[in-house]
């Protein structure tokens, strides 16, 4: 009997009852949070509206549970036995933990997360926020407290890491491994089209340039931690949905099944809806490219009637659509936190009503 339809199956079980958990667990907080600003009247008397209410926040974690496995991609992912799905579980478990404030589970899953692909390490930026703002550690580069939570967490994170390197080495009677899995996403060798933005870019790519555009592109998942992280040091949970989003569009081999993951908590910002501008027309053009990426894909292949440039040109336009859908998302959380701050109705010096734009 074959048991991996089972393993992948229980995978996407175990990332479900995960984020079920930790939904819950968030939503407990931003509750009480909620609850304490409203006793000490933080909150304009104008934007009382966009308090969320128990009863609002009760069904979301069996929304973002359902989310992940009826997603035509999760199942997808499922099918195809790929190892996404093992992935997506391990990270899951990891925000569980962090949602827990139990620091050497997370730090451990972190590592774990990172020992198969190495994007998973820029989560560690909202897990030490959100961790420290657990202890009521303050962000404050001057403060001993603050290097040394960050100091323990790193060698947690990190010795779990090399452990299990360790392990792969008394396995394996080599260190093939490591040139195999990191040295194979950093350089990336295999050129196969996927629904990432590498493939075609450098297989066009002179051969002298590789390099020089090969580290550009890499740095860019990397880069984007950093400005999110003081943006929304407030906000951790939303950082970690962020910073997924930015891990399955820019990663160099990237699959559907990273896709399902960040999109399972969309019903966890559903307040934000009223403020989101242009959902209807990205929810159009993610669902076409969806449609016809396997219909190019047979065209080219199969058919020989397309060539390459029909595929990315729909792998293009659809993480450009991945991008439009985050950044939307982060306007629109932005907004709402600007509005919870300063009233709903914001007014100029002279009297007339004033438009909040982003910069």
Same mark, same amino acid.
């Given at each position: 009997?074959?048991? +991996?339809?089972? *393993? @992948?199956?229980? +995978?996407?079980?175990?990332?479900?009852?995960?984020?079920?958990? +930790?939904?819950? %667990?968030?939503?407990?907080?931003? @509750?009480?949070?909620?609850?304490?600003?409203?006793?000490?009247?933080?909150?304009?008397?104008?934007?009382?509206?966009?308090?969320?209410?128990?009863?609002?926040?009760?069904?979301?974690?069996?929304?973002?549970?359902?989310?992940?496995?009826?997603?035509? !991609?999760?199942?997808?992912?499922?099918?195809?036995?790929? *190892?996404?799905?093992?992935?997506?579980?391990?990270?899951?478990? !990891?925000?569980?933990?962090?949602?827990?404030?139990?620091?050497?589970?997370? $730090?451990?899953?972190?590592?774990?997360? &990172?020992?198969?692909?190495?994007?998973?390490?820029?989560?560690?930026?909202? $897990?030490?926020?959100?961790?420290?703002?657990?202890?009521?550690?303050?962000?404050?580069?001057?403060? $001993?407290? @603050?290097?040394?939570?960050? /100091?323990?967490?790193?060698?947690?994170?990190?010795?779990?890491?090399?452990?299990?390197?360790?392990?792969?080495? @008394?396995?394996?009677?080599?260190?093939?491994?490591?040139?195999?899995?990191?040295?194979?996403?950093?350089?990336?060798?295999?050129?196969?089209?996927?629904?990432?933005?590498?493939?075609?870019?450098?297989?066009?790519?002179?051969?002298?340039?590789?390099?020089?555009?090969?580290?550009?592109?890499?740095?860019?998942?990397?880069?984007?931690?950093?400005?999110?992280?003081?943006?929304?040091?407030?906000?951790?949970?939303?950082?970690?949905?962020?910073?997924?989003?930015?891990?399955?569009?820019?990663?160099?081999?990237? &699959?559907?099944?990273?896709?399902?993951?960040?999109?399972?908590?969309?019903?966890?910002?559903?307040?934000?809806?009223?403020?989101?501008?242009?959902?209807?027309?990205?929810?159009?053009?993610?669902?076409?490219?969806? +449609?016809?990426?396997?219909?190019?894909?047979?065209?080219?292949?199969?058919?020989?009637? $397309?060539?390459?440039? !029909?595929?990315?040109?729909?792998?293009?336009? !659809?993480?450009?659509?991945?991008?439009?859908?985050?950044?939307?998302?982060?306007?629109?959380?932005?907004?709402?936190?600007?509005?919870?701050?300063?009233?709903?109705?914001?007014?100029?010096?002279?009297? &007339? %009503? /004033? *438009?909040?734009?982003?910069?």
């Amino acid at each position: 009997m074959d048991y +991996a339809e089972i *393993t @992948f199956v229980l +995978a996407d079980v175990i990332t479900a009852v995960a984020l079920y958990k +930790a939904v819950q %667990e968030y939503n407990k907080q931003q @509750f009480r949070k909620q609850k304490y600003a409203l006793e000490m009247d933080h909150y304009p008397l104008d934007c009382l509206e966009l308090i969320r209410s128990p009863k609002e926040m009760y069904y979301i974690p069996l929304k973002v549970a359902l989310f992940y496995l009826l997603n035509p !991609f999760a199942i997808l992912s499922c099918i195809a036995k790929s *190892t996404c799905c093992l992935n997506n579980a391990i990270i899951a478990l !990891f925000i569980l933990s962090t949602m827990k404030a139990n620091v050497l589970l997370s $730090a451990i899953f972190l590592s774990l997360a &990172t020992y198969q692909s190495i994007y998973p390490l820029i989560l560690c930026a909202p $897990a030490l926020l959100h961790l420290m703002q657990n202890q009521y550690i303050p962000l404050n580069f001057w403060r $001993a407290r @603050f290097w040394w939570f960050i /100091a323990q967490y790193a060698f947690m994170c990190l010795g779990s890491l090399f452990v299990i390197i360790g392990l792969s080495f @008394f396995l394996l009677g080599s260190w093939d491994y490591l040139s195999s899995v990191y040295g194979f996403i950093l350089s990336v060798p295999d050129l196969t089209p996927n629904i990432g933005l590498f493939w075609y870019f450098f297989a066009e790519m002179f051969e002298h340039f590789r390099l020089f555009f090969l580290c550009v592109f890499q740095i860019n998942t990397f880069f984007y931690t950093i400005p999110l992280s003081i943006k929304l040091r407030d906000h951790p949970v939303f950082l970690i949905f962020m910073q997924l989003a930015v891990i399955s569009i820019f990663k160099s081999y990237p &699959t559907v099944g990273d896709i399902a993951l960040y999109l399972s908590f969309l019903p966890v910002w559903s307040h934000l809806q009223r403020f989101l501008r242009n959902i209807f027309l990205v929810s159009c053009i993610l669902l076409v490219c969806s +449609a016809l990426f396997p219909v190019l894909w047979h065209l080219w292949i199969y058919a020989g009637s $397309a060539n390459s440039n !029909f595929y990315y040109a729909i792998t293009l336009l !659809f993480n450009v659509a991945q991008i439009l859908l985050v950044s939307d998302y982060f306007y629109a959380f932005l907004r709402r936190e600007h509005h919870l701050s300063y009233g709903l109705y914001l007014k100029r010096e002279d009297g &007339t %009503e /004033a *438009t909040l734009v982003l910069k």
